[in-house]
């Protein structure tokens, strides 16, 4: 981070930044405590799902007028959106796509990869049938996060879990039913593993006990890693399939003024500068993060690489989670019923039901 | 609260002395008295005021959010949140989740202390008679998982207990049987957690049981011995009611322990799966995380409540025997 303020720096010789980095597991609990206490930062890197609850605490400044919004991706810029008022500007993003065994899709006369569901299902089975094959893909049996992987279904059978003005949930509509049986029907047919070990996606890939998994970009360095020199090569990466159209999950961070900022001005110039393309290029290159503005992609780092094309291709159409300040709670529900879909065959339409009247109970904070 | 300058400066003059107490000594006694009184308030100040900031305040407000609506969106004004009486305490109850860690905390306790004692007063046991070589040596290896860090502990105990090649299931592979996947299966998750909580904690009950032993009376031990009794008779009619008052101790403290039964869960499998290792303390961090502070100090009070049935039940029993 400091490598970027240079530029800043040299540009405002009046402004001192001072960076303190965070981890991640507990920056949440820090803002929450900062923003009570009256000690937020002028500056800070939001999480993309934290937006509509600090905004909730009054602990955001809307994003003023002379900084250019409109080149983002869609997706990024709805997850600083919240109630039609722009907070902040996105930072970096991230998208999920389907990671998959180029050697052993050829071997089972796979060449082309699937656009729809049913293909992604059958590819799958006949994965699971190649050498070592175990399991076909590996898809999350509920519990924390899979929300994740199950919000894209919905939407991209047209489902949705708040109606647009995002002040009611619609988890119970026949949109989502057909797509969580969907997801269910990949652990009844026995496709994938409804009791995963954890931690071992990396391995199983490279193995080929489990040839397939949907993740985002952070993923490529990890298998490659751990598959070693070539390795690259051996797989491949493709957009989320369709239903109606092809969605996946948008997540990254954001970054945001806080509220009663003694430095209000130098705060919105530094954001200025950090948002521009070639500071986002400059942060890609240091850790790899996927820059939130579109025009930033058309730099050769980030367009070389083919897969990283079809993270570009995807992030046309990803998108964030509701920006309500119950989200997470209201997550830990569906992740709860996910999971009763998955390991003991509940009705999805009984799941999505009660995940309903939970999401009812506690509201959307409002 | 007074501040410390005004409560030094409380009293300026002594208290005289009583009634039928005038002579010169015992007045010279009293003024001694009074100012060791004096310094004994000014030293244990810093104390009272760090206890009455840091745990008296803070419990109080914590009882008082949990009869009200508080949410993190309250959390600037404190005192403007509505009074909603027992409703906070009624949700508890009627979340199935909250029952379900209520229930598991239970089955974590009735299995996890009883085992986590006996372990403790075994292993005691043996090494207070012992190999007297090797003495030092086993005493560091069971006391070691004590003192070390449980992410740590949690990662190595993932890795034993993995699914296809946990060294678990490899040793039960030679033997022919089939290993569950014992954190991923709902019915041995919470088996595996109270296993890996027993072997964590009977290190401290068995250096507080060793403490306890060499204060028993080999004398009784010799006699008993000459009236032909044997070793089990020894240990059950000398021995236990020497420890008697350890046992009492061991047995509150590890209960306090495993009701607040959080770590093990928190990093091995976030309470999953299917919320059969959850437990109350961890479902109560969970609702103190989405910012429900009203519900989360009326769940929080709950186990307060049965921490406090649990030890009065235990002093009493032990009183009584």
């Known amino acids: 981070m400091p490598e970027l303020l240079k530029g800043f720096e040299k540009d405002n010789p009046d402004v001192t930044v001072e960076v303190t980095p965070i981890p991640w597991d507990s920056a949440h609990d820090k803002f929450t405590s900062a923003i009570a206490a009256g000690t937020a930062p002028d500056v800070a890197q939001v999480g993309s799902t934290w937006m509509a609850e600090f905004v909730s605490l009054d602990a955001l400044e809307p994003t003023p007028e002379n900084i250019a919004t409109d080149d983002y991706f869609p997706g990024a810029l709805e997850s600083v959106t919240v109630e039609e008022t722009v907070y902040g500007v996105p930072w970096y993003v991230e998208t999920r796509v389907v990671f998959y065994r180029k050697d052993i899709a050829e071997e089972v006369g796979i060449t082309e990869p699937p656009t729809d569901w049913e293909g992604l299902f059958e590819m799958a089975r006949a994965m699971q049938g190649g050498p070592e094959g175990e399991w076909g893909i590996a898809l999350q049996p509920g519990g924390d996060g899979s929300w994740q992987t199950v919000l894209p279904l919905f939407w991209s059978n047209g489902g949705d879990v708040v109606t647009e003005a995002g002040d009611e949930f619609t988890f119970a509509s026949a949109e989502n039913e057909e797509a969580l ?6 652990f009844t047919e026995g496709v994938s593993d409804p009791a995963p070990p954890e931690g071992a996606t990396e391995q199983d890939f490279v193995s080929g006990a489990v040839p397939m998994f949907i993740s985002g970009p952070w993923m490529m360095a990890a298998v490659e890693s751990v598959g070693g020199e070539g390795f690259a090569d051996k797989y491949g990466v493709f957009v989320m399939p369709e239903k109606e159209t092809s969605a996946s999950f948008l997540g990254g961070a954001n970054i945001g003024v806080f509220q009663g900022s003694q430095n209000r001005d130098a705060a919105w110039k530094l954001i200025e500068h950090l948002s521009r393309p070639e500071v986002q290029v400059a942060w890609f290159e240091q850790v790899g993060d996927l820059p939130a503005l579109q025009s930033a992609w058309e730099d050769e780092a ?7 094309e079809v993270f570009h291709t995807q992030l046309g159409n990803a998108f964030a989670p509701p920006t ?12 709860a019923q996910i999971e009763q879909v998955c390991k003991q065959d509940l009705d999805p339409a009984a799941a999505l039901e009660s995940v309903q009247s939970d999401a009812q109970g506690i509201g959307t904070g409002a | 609260m007074t501040t410390p300058s005004a409560s030094a400066t409380a009293s300026p003059s002594p208290p005289g002395p009583g009634p039928g107490s005038s002579s010169a000594p015992a007045r010279r006694r009293g003024h001694r008295a009074a100012a060791e009184a004096r310094a004994g308030l000014l030293l244990s100040l810093p104390f009272v005021l760090l206890f009455a900031v840091f745990i008296a305040w803070p419990v109080l407000q914590s009882m008082f959010m949990s009869f009200t609506d508080m949410r993190i969106s309250d959390i600037r004004s404190p005192f403007a949140v509505d009074f909603v009486g027992l409703d906070n305490y ?20 009735l299995i996890g202390v009883p085992l986590t004692i006996t372990a403790g007063l075994a292993a005691a046991l043996a090494l207070d008679r012992g190999v007297t070589r090797l003495r030092g040596v086993f005493r560091v290896g069971f006391y070691t998982p004590v003192v070390t860090s449980i992410v740590a502990v949690a990662v190595v105990w993932r890795f034993l207990l993995r699914p296809d090649n946990g060294l678990v299931n490899t040793v039960l592979g030679w033997v022919g049987i089939d290993g569950p996947n014992w954190l991923g299966d709902e019915r041995t998750a919470l088996l595996s957690l109270i296993v890996m909580a027993v072997w964590r904690n009977f290190g401290t009950s068995m250096v507080i049981f060793l403490a306890g032993l060499q204060a028993v009376d080999q004398q009784l031990h010799e006699a008993a011995a000459l009236d032909g009794a044997s070793a089990w008779q020894r240990f059950l009619n000398v021995t236990l009611p020497s420890i008697r008052p350890t046992m009492l101790f061991v047995m509150v403290t590890t209960s306090i322990g495993y009701l607040q039964f959080f770590e093990e869960p928190f990093v091995m499998t976030q309470g999953g799966p299917l919320h059969a290792t959850i437990s109350a303390s961890m479902y109560t961090y969970n609702q103190f995380g989405f910012g429900n502070y009203g519900v989360a100090g009326a769940m929080a009070y709950l186990t307060f409540i049965v921490i406090g049935i649990v030890t009065l039940a235990q002093f009493r029993l032990m009183r009584e025997k």
């Open chain 1, 302 to 308: 980030v367009a070389s690489n083919e897969k990283f």
């Open chain 2, 90 to 109: 009624i949700a508890a109850f009627e979340d199935p989740v909250f029952r379900r860690s209520a229930v598991n905390t239970g089955v974590f306790v």
């Open chain 1, 324 to 335: 309500i300040a119950t989200w997470e709670q209201v997550a830990a529900k569906l992740d």
């Open chain 1, 181 to 186: 049986a969907y997801y269910q029907s990949y």
